[in-house]
Protein backbone atom coordinates (compact mmCIF):
# COMPACT_ATOMS: atom_id res chain seq x y z
CA UNK A 1 0.00 0.00 0.00
CA UNK A 2 1.01 4.03 -0.35
CA UNK A 3 2.76 5.10 2.91
CA UNK A 4 1.03 7.75 4.46
CA UNK A 5 1.25 11.26 3.33
CA UNK A 6 2.69 12.66 6.57
CA UNK A 7 5.53 9.45 6.36
CA UNK A 8 6.42 10.72 2.66
CA UNK A 9 6.13 14.56 3.14
CA UNK A 10 8.56 13.86 6.65
CA UNK A 11 10.49 11.37 4.01
CA UNK A 12 11.06 14.32 1.63
CA UNK A 13 11.68 17.01 4.13
CA UNK A 14 14.71 14.54 5.05
CA UNK A 15 16.45 14.35 2.28
CA UNK A 16 15.68 16.79 -0.25
CA UNK A 17 19.47 18.03 -1.02
CA UNK A 18 17.87 21.74 -1.28
CA UNK A 19 16.77 21.79 1.95
CA UNK A 20 19.30 20.16 3.69
CA UNK A 21 21.70 22.92 2.33
CA UNK A 22 19.11 25.72 3.46
CA UNK A 23 19.16 24.15 7.09
CA UNK A 24 23.06 23.92 6.31
CA UNK A 25 23.16 27.77 5.58
CA UNK A 26 20.62 28.54 8.85
CA UNK A 27 23.60 26.79 10.59
CA UNK A 28 26.18 28.95 9.56
CA UNK A 29 24.24 32.18 9.95
CA UNK A 30 23.67 31.79 13.28
CA UNK A 31 27.39 30.55 13.93
CA UNK A 32 28.35 33.68 12.39
CA UNK A 33 26.00 35.68 14.76
CA UNK A 34 27.46 33.95 17.81
CA UNK A 35 30.76 34.95 16.88
CA UNK A 36 29.58 38.76 16.28
CA UNK A 37 28.12 38.64 19.58
CA UNK A 38 31.37 37.37 21.33
CA UNK A 39 32.55 41.02 20.34
CA UNK A 40 30.64 42.35 23.10
CA UNK A 41 33.04 40.66 25.76
CA UNK A 42 35.84 42.40 26.59
CA UNK A 43 39.47 41.33 26.14
CA UNK A 44 41.91 41.07 28.94
CA UNK A 45 45.80 41.42 28.27
CA UNK A 46 48.81 41.16 30.40
CA UNK A 47 51.94 41.65 29.64
CA UNK A 48 55.48 41.84 31.56
CA UNK A 49 59.18 41.77 31.23
CA UNK A 50 62.78 42.91 32.25
CA UNK A 51 63.95 45.75 30.29
CA UNK A 52 67.48 46.11 29.96
CA UNK A 53 69.36 49.38 28.21
CA UNK A 54 72.93 50.71 27.50
CA UNK A 55 73.81 53.36 30.37
CA UNK A 56 70.83 52.80 32.16
CA UNK A 57 69.45 51.04 35.03
CA UNK A 58 67.92 47.48 34.52
CA UNK A 59 63.86 47.43 35.64
CA UNK A 60 60.89 45.56 35.55
CA UNK A 61 58.09 46.51 33.69
CA UNK A 62 54.44 45.39 33.01
CA UNK A 63 51.15 46.07 31.56
CA UNK A 64 47.38 45.58 31.80
CA UNK A 65 44.87 46.14 28.74
CA UNK A 66 41.48 45.68 28.72
CA UNK A 67 38.76 46.50 25.61
CA UNK A 68 35.53 47.77 26.32
CA UNK A 69 33.37 47.17 23.40
CA UNK A 70 30.09 48.14 25.13
CA UNK A 71 31.93 51.49 25.02
CA UNK A 72 29.58 54.62 23.38
CA UNK A 73 32.25 55.04 20.14
CA UNK A 74 32.43 51.10 19.38
CA UNK A 75 29.24 49.71 20.59
CA UNK A 76 26.92 50.95 17.58
CA UNK A 77 29.40 49.24 15.17
CA UNK A 78 28.97 46.00 16.62
CA UNK A 79 25.07 46.37 17.21
CA UNK A 80 25.14 46.76 13.18
CA UNK A 81 26.68 44.17 12.84
CA UNK A 82 24.31 42.08 14.63
CA UNK A 83 21.54 43.35 13.73
CA UNK A 84 22.93 42.57 10.14
CA UNK A 85 23.58 38.96 10.86
CA UNK A 86 20.11 38.49 12.88
CA UNK A 87 18.50 39.76 9.53
CA UNK A 88 20.20 37.03 7.58
CA UNK A 89 18.96 34.43 10.17
CA UNK A 90 15.61 35.59 9.75
CA UNK A 91 15.65 35.57 6.13
CA UNK A 92 17.46 31.90 5.66
CA UNK A 93 14.99 30.51 8.13
CA UNK A 94 11.84 32.35 6.09
CA UNK A 95 13.63 30.45 3.10
CA UNK A 96 13.42 26.87 4.13
CA UNK A 97 9.86 27.64 5.79
CA UNK A 98 8.71 28.26 2.09
CA UNK A 99 10.68 25.36 0.76
CA UNK A 100 9.33 23.11 2.74
CA UNK A 101 5.83 23.94 2.32
CA UNK A 102 6.50 23.62 -1.72
CA UNK A 103 8.11 19.99 -0.80
CA UNK A 104 4.88 19.29 1.11
CA UNK A 105 2.40 20.64 -1.51
CA UNK A 106 4.53 18.57 -4.24
CA UNK A 107 4.21 15.18 -2.31
CA UNK A 108 0.51 15.82 -1.47
CA UNK A 109 -0.61 16.96 -4.80
CA UNK A 110 1.78 13.95 -6.75
CA UNK A 111 0.17 11.24 -3.19
CA UNK A 112 -3.55 12.72 -4.55
CA UNK A 113 -2.74 11.21 -8.11
CA UNK A 114 -1.38 8.59 -7.38
CA UNK A 115 -4.00 7.43 -4.84
CA UNK A 116 -6.57 8.28 -7.76
CA UNK A 117 -4.98 6.29 -10.09
CA UNK A 118 -4.59 3.32 -7.66
CA UNK A 119 -8.12 3.62 -6.17
CA UNK A 120 -9.74 3.25 -9.97
CA UNK A 121 -7.05 0.28 -11.03
CA UNK A 122 -8.38 -1.92 -7.74
CA UNK A 123 -11.83 -0.54 -8.88
CA UNK A 124 -11.56 -1.92 -12.14
CA UNK A 125 -9.65 -5.51 -11.43
CA UNK A 126 -11.91 -5.80 -8.18
CA UNK A 127 -15.22 -5.03 -9.29
CA UNK A 128 -16.14 -3.62 -13.06
CA UNK A 129 -13.72 -6.48 -14.57
CA UNK A 130 -15.60 -9.52 -13.25
CA UNK A 131 -19.11 -8.21 -13.44
CA UNK A 132 -17.94 -7.24 -17.33
CA UNK A 133 -16.44 -10.97 -17.81
CA UNK A 134 -19.90 -12.67 -15.44
CA UNK A 135 -22.07 -10.39 -17.56
CA UNK A 136 -20.07 -12.10 -21.15
CA UNK A 137 -20.46 -15.53 -19.97
CA UNK A 138 -24.10 -15.34 -18.90
CA UNK A 139 -25.06 -13.40 -22.52
CA UNK A 140 -22.48 -16.38 -24.29
CA UNK A 141 -24.73 -19.52 -22.10
CA UNK A 142 -27.91 -17.44 -23.32
CA UNK A 143 -26.42 -17.71 -27.11
CA UNK A 144 -26.00 -20.75 -26.78
CA UNK A 145 -29.53 -21.32 -25.49
CA UNK A 146 -31.17 -18.93 -27.87
CA UNK A 147 -32.15 -16.68 -25.07
CA UNK A 148 -29.70 -13.98 -26.50
CA UNK A 149 -28.97 -12.30 -29.64
CA UNK A 150 -25.36 -12.57 -31.53
CA UNK A 151 -25.33 -8.77 -30.96
CA UNK A 152 -25.70 -8.59 -27.54
CA UNK A 153 -22.98 -11.19 -27.22
CA UNK A 154 -20.65 -8.95 -29.27
CA UNK A 155 -21.60 -5.69 -27.13
CA UNK A 156 -21.16 -7.43 -23.98
CA UNK A 157 -17.20 -8.54 -25.60
CA UNK A 158 -17.26 -5.01 -26.34
CA UNK A 159 -17.28 -3.96 -22.82
CA UNK A 160 -14.91 -6.45 -21.14
CA UNK A 161 -12.61 -5.60 -23.92
CA UNK A 162 -12.82 -1.54 -22.93
CA UNK A 163 -12.58 -2.53 -19.23
CA UNK A 164 -9.53 -4.42 -19.47
CA UNK A 165 -8.09 -1.13 -21.97
CA UNK A 166 -9.58 0.97 -18.52
CA UNK A 167 -7.58 -0.80 -16.16
CA UNK A 168 -4.31 -1.49 -17.83
CA UNK A 169 -4.52 2.70 -18.39
CA UNK A 170 -5.32 3.10 -14.95
CA UNK A 171 -1.98 0.67 -13.96
CA UNK A 172 0.17 2.91 -16.23
CA UNK A 173 -1.33 6.29 -14.48
CA UNK A 174 -0.19 4.85 -11.65
CA UNK A 175 3.26 3.79 -12.47
CA UNK A 176 3.35 7.52 -13.51
CA UNK A 177 2.03 8.74 -10.58
CA UNK A 178 4.80 6.95 -8.58
CA UNK A 179 7.28 7.99 -10.31
CA UNK A 180 6.17 11.68 -10.20
CA UNK A 181 5.70 11.26 -6.14
CA UNK A 182 9.16 9.37 -5.88
CA UNK A 183 10.64 12.51 -7.81
CA UNK A 184 8.58 15.26 -5.46
CA UNK A 185 10.17 12.94 -1.78
CA UNK A 186 13.72 13.31 -3.67
CA UNK A 187 14.40 10.03 -2.93
CA UNK A 188 13.54 6.04 -3.51
CA UNK A 189 10.14 5.34 -2.02
CA UNK A 190 9.75 2.74 0.47
CA UNK A 191 10.25 -0.56 -0.37
CA UNK A 192 6.44 -2.40 -1.51
CA UNK A 193 5.18 1.12 -2.38
CA UNK A 194 5.18 -0.31 -6.15
CA UNK A 195 3.54 -3.44 -5.11
CA UNK A 196 0.50 -2.54 -4.22
CA UNK A 197 -1.71 -4.15 -7.06
CA UNK A 198 -2.48 -7.18 -6.70
CA UNK A 199 -1.17 -10.19 -8.69
CA UNK A 200 -3.39 -11.48 -11.46
CA UNK A 201 -5.21 -14.21 -9.60
CA UNK A 202 -5.66 -12.71 -6.10
Known sequence: MLPATADLQRLALEGQPELQRARLEIERAEAELASVRADYKPDFSVQGGYMLQPRMPDAWMG??????PKAPWS????DARVA??????????ARTQAMENMVRLAVQEAYVRAKSAQDRAVLLRTTIRPQSQQTLEVSRVGYQTDRVDFQALIDNQRVLLDVNLDYFRALSDFMQALAHLERAVGTDLPSGTTAVMPKEGQ
Open 63 to 68: RVGITW
Open 84 to 93: EHSAAIQAAK
Open 75 to 78: RGKI
